[in-house]
Each structure stands twice: as C-alpha cells, then as structure tokens.
C-alpha cells in the first residue's frame, strides 16, 4: 500500500542487497515555486529541525528505556482496543526499535520531485523506483544518528515497510547507501508480502515483538503504531483516538511521529470536518457592512 502522493500515492517497501541500485532517470522538474507541503517537508529548516526533534527524543527515550529494562513493548498486543491498551510483554527478548522507512528514514527525492511538479502516481512507476529509485533518495534529518546510537546502545534497529517484499534487496541497498546501515530480510527487514496482511502493519508487528522487546516506534503516518488508526471514521474521532486514547500516551514515550504534509491517511477533511462550527469567528466589522 502506500498512502496517496500529495493527490494519491501508494507506497511500499522491499529489502536486502549487496550494491546501492542506480537512480531512476527522472523527468525534468518544472520551474517555479513547489506545493507548500513538499516545500516544508524536503526543503525546509523547519521541517529539519522537527525530525531532529524527534530522532534526539527517541534516542534520550530509548537510552532510558534501556538502562530500567520494560515489562512491556509499546506494540499493542493482538485484540487490543486503543482505549485501555494491553501491550505484547517484552520478558527476556532482546531490545528492538521499529522503524518505518519512506518519508521517516528515507526521503524519496527522485519520485517525490516528480510529483511536486504534478506528474500524477502511478502505481507501475512506483514499482520501479523500488527497484532502481536507490540512488536518488536521502536520509531524513537525524536518522543516521539515531539509527548509529541506537546500535552503539544494543538496540536492534528494525524496519517496517510497505516496500514489496519482491523489491526486498533494493530496499535494503539503498538503506545502506544512505548511511542507514544493513537490512536483512525477514530478520530486521519486514515488508509487504510477507505475510497475509497486505498493506496492513499489524501481522508484521506481531511478528517482530514475539522476538524483541520493541521499546520504540516511529514513522509518518498512524499507521505505522496501529492498524486501529486506518479503520474508516470521521475525522475528528481519528483526532480523537490518536489524543485522548491510550494512544496520547505514547506519543515522545515510545512512540514517534515524523512530520510528513506531502501524502497519507493525514491529509482528509472538508472545512466542516476541521473548524467545528462552535469555534468560527464572526468578524463583527464586517456584519456591519
């Protein structure tokens, strides 16, 4: 899957190589000024210092985590509601941190560049920058140092994608290539296609905290934490579950959230949908007129 690209993309993951992959010959980008949202996301000391941000929390958080050894992984445990959450218990399992990887780790210059010059997705090109984008991507702000620390510490760095599992060596190349270090499939590298799940994380979870103690998580979209953030429901209760739930939390304590505006299950809503009627402004000066 891989939720839609400023207008609609769907993304995935694959993993393990041996040599970086050749960039994907790119189309010319057009001039002038980019949509605000690739603008902040790859362009931006803002946006910088927000995975900044949060790649020096995860590693203070983790680095902490470590040192009291948890009870518990912060990967809900199978049948778990989002309010009240039970999580799958760590007991002896080696630490882990899950990452996701496009647009939390990787930046996908060489694709995403056509789209801000609104060259429509396509699903058959996604599919071959997967196999030869490897050279045209960049790691995001602080994700080299996070992932370099965090093995310093012992921590198994951990990736959840939804890369195919068929481009599995071509993900894992151009991890490398961009300073995140090795990937190997089915072992620290889990992708779609690997199990029955599809596009869904969940299965994949599962699969890695029956073997680690997962003490943290980050990615760019909800769902890269939990598959109850993707069942359909208005925007506001998504809001909702993501701030008052047990999830609210997590969020710095466990769980991790990149900045992404360009593509995904964030950007939804209609006017109504985000500025609740309660909360407009009358603008007395103008009712005068």
Same mark, same amino acid.
């Given at each position: 899957?891989?939720?839609?690209?400023?207008?609609?993309?769907?993304?995935?993951?694959?993993?393990?190589? %041996?040599?970086?992959?050749? &960039?994907?010959?790119?189309?010319? /980008?057009?001039?002038?000024?980019?949509?605000?949202?690739?603008?902040?996301?790859? =362009?931006?000391?803002?946006?910088?210092?927000?995975?900044?941000?949060? *790649?020096?929390?995860?590693?203070?958080?983790?680095?902490?985590?470590?040192?009291?050894?948890?009870?518990?992984?912060? /990967?809900?445990?199978?049948? +778990?509601?989002?309010?009240?959450?039970? @999580? /799958?218990?760590?007991?002896?399992?080696?630490?882990? %941190?899950? *990452?996701?990887?496009?647009?939390?780790?990787?930046?996908?210059?060489? #694709?995403?560049? !056509?789209?801000?010059?609104?060259?429509?997705?396509?699903? &058959?090109?996604?599919?071959?920058?997967?196999?030869?984008? =490897?050279?045209? %991507?960049?790691? +995001?702000?602080?994700?080299?140092?996070?992932?370099?620390?965090?093995?310093?510490?012992?921590?198994?760095?951990? @990736?959840? +994608?939804?890369?195919?599992?068929?481009?599995?060596?071509?993900?894992?190349?151009?991890?490398?290539?961009? =300073?995140?270090?090795?990937?190997?499939?089915?072992?620290?590298? @889990?992708?779609?296609?690997?199990?029955?799940?599809?596009?869904?994380?969940?299965? !994949?979870?599962?699969?890695?905290?029956?073997?680690?103690?997962?003490? &943290?998580?980050?990615?760019?979209?909800?769902?890269? #934490?939990?598959?109850? *953030?993707?069942?359909?429901?208005? %925007?506001?209760?998504?809001?909702?579950?993501?701030?008052?739930? +047990?999830?609210?939390?997590?969020?710095?304590?466990?769980? @991790?959230?990149?900045?992404?505006?360009?593509?995904?299950? &964030?950007?939804? =809503?209609?006017?109504?949908?985000? *500025?609740?009627?309660?909360?407009?402004?009358?603008?007395?000066?103008?009712?005068?007129?």
């Amino acid at each position: 899957m891989r939720r839609a690209l400023s207008v609609a993309a769907a993304l995935g993951l694959a993993g393990c190589a %041996v040599s970086p992959p050749a &960039a994907t010959p790119v189309a010319p /980008v057009a001039a002038g000024a980019s949509p605000a949202g690739y603008q902040y996301l790859y =362009g931006s000391g803002e946006g910088g210092a927000m995975a900044m941000s949060a *790649f020096h929390a995860l590693i203070a958080y983790v680095r902490d985590a470590a040192a009291k050894r948890p009870t518990d992984s912060v /990967v809900l445990a199978s049948g +778990s509601p989002m309010i009240d959450a039970r @999580f /799958v218990p760590c007991g002896a399992k080696p630490l882990a %941190v899950v *990452f996701d990887i496009d647009e939390t780790l990787l930046l996908n210059l060489g #694709f995403e560049a !056509r789209a801000a010059a609104g060259e429509p997705y396509d699903q &058959a090109r996604w599919d071959r920058w997967e196999r030869t984008g =490897g050279g045209a %991507v960049a790691a +995001s702000p602080g994700a080299v140092h996070a992932t370099e620390d965090l093995r310093k510490l012992g921590v198994t760095v951990i @990736f959840n +994608s939804n890369r195919t599992a068929a481009t599995a060596d071509a993900t894992a190349a151009a991890l490398k290539a961009a =300073g995140l270090g090795d990937a190997v499939h089915g072992t620290t590298l @889990f992708l779609r296609g690997d199990d029955a799940g599809g596009s869904a994380k969940d299965g !994949r979870r599962a699969t890695i905290a029956a073997r680690y103690c997962v003490i &943290a998580m980050a990615g760019d979209q909800l769902g890269d #934490f939990s598959d109850l *953030f993707n069942a359909p429901m208005p %925007v506001a209760t998504r809001r909702r579950l993501a701030v008052h739930s +047990s999830a609210g939390g997590l969020w710095g304590k466990g769980w @991790f959230m990149l900045p992404n505006p360009v593509y995904g299950t &964030a950007l939804k =809503g209609g006017v109504d949908d985000l *500025f609740p009627k309660d909360k407009r402004w009358p603008d007395a000066a103008e009712e005068k007129k």
